[in-house]
């Protein structure tokens, strides 16, 4: 079986994937990027602030 390699994080964990290496189908084209909205600061905060 063959496997691609994704990525190594920064622990040393591997990320392999068997259906990058799939052929594409006829037509297909990629999806447009997506917006990374995770570095917010409202979505590092774990709990929302209370009003007293």
């Known amino acids: 079986m ?3 390699l994704i990525k ?11 259906k990058a290496l799939l052929p594409k189908p006829e ?3 990629p ?3 997506r ?3 995770r ?3 409202k979505h590092n905060r ?3 602030k209370r009003k007293f």
């Open 31 to 33: 999806p447009p990027p």
């Open 2 to 4: 063959k496997v691609k």
């Open 27 to 29: 037509g297909w084209t």
């Open 8 to 18: 190594i994080d920064d622990q040393g964990r591997l990320d392999f994937s068997r």
């Open 35 to 37: 917006r990374d909205n």
């Open 46 to 48: 774990p709990f929302k």
């Open 39 to 41: 570095n917010s600061s």
